[in-house]
């Protein structure tokens, strides 16, 4: 079973900057099969990336993914105050499907 | 509009049984795989079973492989999951959630989730 590791666990970040969110898997993800979702308190996730770089339908352009292999990475650019939430990575090459514990994003 | 409405959680016992259910609306969804996803409280996303379009093939979690089945009624429009020999451990909000993509190439990722259901397992 491939082990999706994210980093870090919390990031606090100021209003307005950008955010990193880092994601690696124990074993390379064929073809890109990486998604992103935010989640917020009391809702189900949010579906933000497919396929590592892929925007969802409705998903604001200040959102991005990217990475090949082993290592992904989303991207928040210029924080908006409904971005701050819980972010969770997951694969779906094979099965089982697999989610990242997730990257807490809280307001610095 | 999508709609997804779980029904069929609540507290139940060590040892016991329990039936969920997902009434959709909203794209045709005998074309779609169809996953649960639960979510213990306070913790992570932890995928539990799909099924295929069709119900003809089915994937399940090690941890509750030979304990819950999944299964549709294409004719309903609804997902089941039904789940026996509970655990405390299978306590959590049980989400259906729609495959992205139509057909059952690619089921894995996920578009649409309802708002879910709690199941709670304690004596």
């Known amino acids: 079973e491939i082990v999706m590791t994210q980093s870090p666990a919390t990031l606090s970040v100021s209003p307005g900057e950008g955010a990193t969110l880092s994601c690696r898997a124990s074993q390379s993800i064929s073809n890109n099969f990486l998604a992103w979702y935010q989640q917020k308190p009391g809702q189900p996730p949010r579906l933000l990336i497919y396929g590592a770089s892929t925007r969802a339908t409705g998903i604001p352009a200040r959102f991005s993914g990217s990475g090949s292999g082993t290592e992904f990475t989303l991207t928040i650019s210029s924080l908006q105050s409904e971005d701050f939430a819980v972010y969770y990575c997951q694969k779906y090459n094979n099965w089982p499907v697999t989610f990242g514990q997730g990257t807490r994003l809280e307001i610095k | 509009e999508v709609q997804m409405l779980e029904s069929g959680g609540g507290l139940v016992q060590p040892g016991g049984s329990l039936r969920l259910s997902c009434a959709v609306s909203?794209?045709?969804?005998?074309?779609?795989?169809m996953t649960w996803v639960r979510q213990a409280p306070g913790k992570g996303l932890e995928w539990v079973s799909t099924i295929s379009t069709s119900g003809g093939s089915t994937y399940y979690a090690d941890s509750v492989k030979g304990r819950f089945t999944i299964s549709r009624d294409n004719s309903e429009n609804t997902l089941y999951l039904q789940m026996s020999s509970l655990r405390a451990e299978d306590t959590a909000i049980y989400y259906c959630a729609k495959s992205l993509h139509p057909g059952d190439s690619l089921r894995g990722v996920f578009d649409y989730w309802g708002q879910g259901t709690l199941v709670t397992v304690s004596s």
């Open positions: 909203g794209f045709t969804f005998n074309t779609y795989a």
